[in-house]
């Protein structure tokens, strides 16, 4: 062999070995980053699984526990003095019925018009104040409302009422509702308008008559949403609404709630009373779950342009 | 037909109309208004008298009159940020597998239990915290941290397992506000264009790499703008809050003490309060917790808006 091809030969060994270093690497490499991408797709599986099982567990232990202690009485009786088996929350129930309908009386017309104003005066600076502010107030801890309505309409009566607890619930639907109502209002194409108005109607019987009532299913969602969320807010009602042991529908004393009368069930130290705040909740849970469902159904069912 | 009679009643009708409507939209910024004079003024008298220790000192003693709110403030920021630590990368987890990964079935009925938890009332998760997690943490979790990986040694989680604790606020915070995080996260993911994603995977990039590297970056401040969300949503938690984690007004490095935040002081005092002083000092907590989450929630939808997600609930 000669010298040259000595040479040839260890440049070619050395060539292949070489060649060889980089395919193995980058097979290594490439293998690392399948298994790299295996593994983090894999924990986004794992991720969806651990943020479901508190939902999972919440509903089991409600089923569990709330539908044990619900029955008939629950309904229909008055709560049972501590110690004592037994008992209902029939005027808690009737009380968040009453304190929603304050609530929504004042806060839907209130909102929906405020809709109709943002969706027609589109550009206005007002128009886009509001819809800022709207967002900023429904970030506000729901507390703040709650001693906002004692320092306006509890303070200067000294005393409780289910009409402060309903205004304080007020406040948080009016933005809400005013957010989606302008929504499906602009959903409505502008011909539907320009048609009523061209047939002689008026500003407001077009806005009403024709562009509102082709929005209304999907406003009535909005409403039914904004209905549902307030169903079970409790820091509002503390210092307005209160709670109250016994049988009230008057607006003007102290009215009892669901979501209040957890709260103090289940902070109490009784086991008959946190079996009543586990039934509670169910029902609260179920209330809620309603009116959502409520909100769709209304949607699907018509064809207003806001069904999706 | 169209005598000046009817003419007047038309345009009348319509002001009315108008005037109806402007009047109801300005019922929002005065409601926001109302409530910020109606807080700071009735905070003032404590803010005035304390000043700036109302909100550095720790001493809170309704008997002699001294009113320092550092704990609260303290709790809050605490609860807070560990909540965040925790649903943060679950929720990103959660809404990259439901854009990206999950089969339609599967993305659709993830969705709706991950929608469900943001419709289960607060009180509702302090009902389940009080009486099913505290008892899981203290009888589980806290013991295995402090005994089994040792880190009773650390400030952290050293001392008595009491159950109601920050830690039992964070967790619950966290199952809270996982819901927002990961909405927000979706809908973003979902704007980031196709082009996107297609160029990543022709440069050979493993469909991992694809959103690490093109997908996630590029709706990054979407992302940081619902975590931000998520915070203001858990610095004004109050009911499930309240209800788990201790309420003491005292500041411990120890997640394992107890608590308490700015929200569940107002609710657990308020009703309770006797003095001027006292209910000055509450509502005065309530101004703090005003001022933070504007400032939190107004940071958080410029950095969504910018981003082009679709506009959070």
């Known amino acids: ?308 | 037909m169209s005598g000046g009679a009817n003419i007047e009643g038309r345009s009348r009708g319509d002001r009315v109309y108008r005037w109806i409507t402007t009047a109801s939209a300005f019922v929002v910024p005065i409601l926001l208004g109302l409530i910020a004079w109606e807080v700071f003024a009735a905070g003032w008298p404590a803010l005035s008298k304390f000043g700036i220790g109302f909100f550095t000192t720790s001493d809170w003693d309704p008997v002699k009159g001294n009113f320092g709110a550092a704990p609260a403030l303290f709790g809050t920021i605490v609860s807070s940020l560990l909540a965040l630590v925790i649903a943060t990368p679950l929720a990103i987890g959660v809404a990259v597998f439901l854009s990206e990964f999950a089969p339609r079935p599967v993305r659709q009925a993830v969705a709706f239990f991950v929608d469900l938890l943001a419709a289960i009332p607060s009180v509702v998760y302090g009902l389940w915290g009080i009486l099913v997690l505290v008892p899981f943490l203290r009888g589980h979790i806290m013991p295995f941290f402090r005994d089994t990986l040792h880190l009773g040694a650390t400030p952290f989680f050293s001392g008595p397992a009491y159950g109601p604790s920050m830690l039992a606020g964070g967790v619950i915070l966290a199952i809270m506000i996982l819901p927002y995080i990961s909405a927000v996260t979706r809908e973003v993911l979902v704007a980031v264009p196709r082009a996107q994603r297609e160029a990543a995977l022709a440069l050979g990039a493993t469909r991992w790499e694809m959103i690490w590297d093109a997908v996630l970056p590029f709706a990054r401040s979407g992302i940081i703008g619902g975590v931000i969300l998520g915070l203001g949503r858990a610095l004004g938690e109050t009911m499930a809050v309240t209800m788990v984690i201790g309420n003491r007004h005292e500041i411990s490095a120890s997640l394992l003490a107890p608590g308490y935040t700015m929200a569940s002081v107002i609710a657990n005092e308020f009703s309770e309060a006797t003095s001027e002083l006292h209910v000055a000092s509450l509502m005065a907590v309530g101004a703090g917790l005003f001022i933070v989450t504007v400032i939190v929630n107004v940071i958080a939808r410029w950095l969504v808006w910018r981003t082009g997600g679709a506009r959070p609930a």
């Open chain 1, 1 to 308: 062999m000669t010298a040259a091809a000595q040479g040839t030969a260890r440049r070619d060994a050395a060539t292949r070995s070489y060649r060889e270093l980089i395919a193995r690497s980058t097979a290594r490499t490439l293998a690392r980053r399948r298994v790299m991408a295996r593994v983090m797709i894999g924990s986004t599986y794992l991720a969806a699984i651990v943020a479901t099982l508190p939902l999972i567990l919440i509903v089991w232990h409600l089923l569990e526990r709330g539908a044990s202690s619900l029955n008939w009485n629950f309904f229909t009786h008055m709560p049972a003095p501590s110690g004592e088996a037994g008992g209902g929350m029939a005027n808690a129930i009737v009380g968040t019925g009453m304190i929603l309908l304050i609530a929504s009386v004042v806060g839907l017309p209130i909102g929906i018009a405020s809709g109709l104003y943002l969706a027609e005066q589109r550009g206005a600076r007002l128009a886009t104040a509001v819809r800022f502010l709207s967002d900023v107030l429904n970030g506000l801890p729901s507390i703040l409302l709650g001693i906002f309505a004692w320092q306006l309409l509890v303070r200067p009566f000294k005393h409780f009422s289910a009409l402060a607890g309903g205004m304080a619930l007020a406040a948080m639907t009016i933005p809400l509702v005013a957010r989606t109502t302008e929504e499906m209002i602009r959903l409505v194409p502008v011909s539907m308008r320009e048609a009523a108005l061209a047939l002689g109607y008026t500003k407001w019987r077009t806005s009403l008559s024709v562009v509102l009532r082709t929005a209304l299913p999907g406003i009535v969602t909005g409403a039914l949403v904004a209905v549902a969320r307030i169903a079970g807010e409790t820091a509002p009602l503390l210092f307005t609404a209160f709670g109250n042991q016994f049988w009230s529908v008057s607006p003007f004393q102290p009215i009892a709630a669901l979501p209040t009368q957890i709260y103090n069930y289940a902070i109490s130290p009784f086991d008959d009373w946190h079996s009543q705040a586990w039934a509670g909740a169910l029902i609260l849970i179920g209330l809620v779950l309603v009116i959502s469902l409520a909100a769709r159904f209304v949607t699907r069912n018509r064809f207003g342009l806001a069904a999706d």
